[in-house]
Structures are given as C-alpha cells and as structure tokens.
C-alpha cells in the first residue's frame, strides 16, 4: 500500500484514515513495550495521530513516514510519562550518589515551591487568581477573560504584573 505523504499534508482524509489503519496497532504494541500500561499506550496513539494531523504540514516529504509517526509517538510517550510521574521512575536506576543527589535537590525544590506558593498567596486577590487560573489550570487569557467577564488585555496585564512582583520578590529572597 504506498501512502502519498504529500497527500496527507494536503489534508486527504482518505490517505490519513489508510495511515492510521496500517499504524495504530503498530503503535499501540510499540508504546504499550515502553510503558507496560495499556491506557497510555492508547492514549499516546491517539494524541500521535492528533498531533500529526495539526502538523501535517511540516511532515518531510524526504523522510520515510513509518520514521515520521514513530518519532511523534516517542515524543508523545514521554511527554506523557513526564505528566504521570512515571518516567523517571520506571526508565532510570540511578546510583546511591545520584539518589543522594535527587533527594537533596528534590528537598530544595520543596523548599523553593513553597516559597513560591507563599509569594502567590501574597499577590491582590483579583491578580492571585488571574495568576492561578494561567499558570496552575493553563487556561488561556481568553478563557480567563470569559471566565471573569474581563478583557483579554486585563488578564495579560494582571499575568505581567504578576510575574515582575514575583521575580522582585524571589530576587530578594536568593
């Protein structure tokens, strides 16, 4: 079956749907070997196929498309492990001094992310939620805006003010 990648940057469903065909179960099992977990297997297909369709137009037409779609999926497995916490867990052994390592950054991490939640929580009630709603529950500006009847321009505002506050306050601090 030769698959046209010119057609599918062109938008050809047809070809898409023939490419999906020959590739989900490919995929499935390809990811399913990483993870061993059958929902982000079917999930990191899916999200593979999405992501190829947005960006069909930048598939290389001189690149074997078999190349392409596996290199999408390995990108989106890992995004996906990243987001489950997993990755690290499951894919590196580190040693005792690296462990040690992790730990003493991991405690300092905590140290600094409460100092940071600290800082949000000192922010004016209207920019701490602004503040929240983008970068904690990454909606954009506009979907903040229709959430509290604001304009777009006033939530970037309150975002811009927000991070100089609290990039003055965190220089202060270290």
């Known amino acids: 079956m030769e698959i046209s990648i010119q057609e599918i940057r062109d938008g050809n469903n047809k070809t898409f749907d023939k490419v999906y065909a020959l590739y989900h179960t490919k995929l499935y099992f390809y990811v399913l070997k990483y993870t061993q977990s059958a929902y982000l297997s079917e999930e990191a297909v899916q999200l593979t196929f999405i992501r190829m369709w947005e960006r069909r137009q930048q598939l290389s037409t001189e690149v074997e498309l078999s190349r ?6 390995q990108s989106t497995m890992i995004d996906l492990l990243r987001k489950e916490g ?3 867990k499951q894919h590196i052994a580190p040693t005792e ?3 040690s390592v992790f730990i003493e950054m991991d405690t300092v991490h905590k140290d600094e992310l409460r100092r940071l939640q600290t800082l949000v929580e000192d922010l004016s009630p209207a920019r701490k939620m602004i503040f929240k709603l983008s970068r904690f529950e990454e909606l954009s500006h506009k ?7 604001i304009s777009p321009k006033t939530v970037e505002n309150h975002i811009g003010r927000a991070l100089r506050q609290l990039k003055d306050k965190l220089l202060l601090l270290f």
């Open 86 to 88: 997993s990755y690290t």
């Open 68 to 73: 392409q779609i596996f290199r999408i999926a």
């Open 143 to 149: 979907e903040i805006a229709q959430q509290l009847s």
């Open 97 to 99: 001094a690296a462990q």
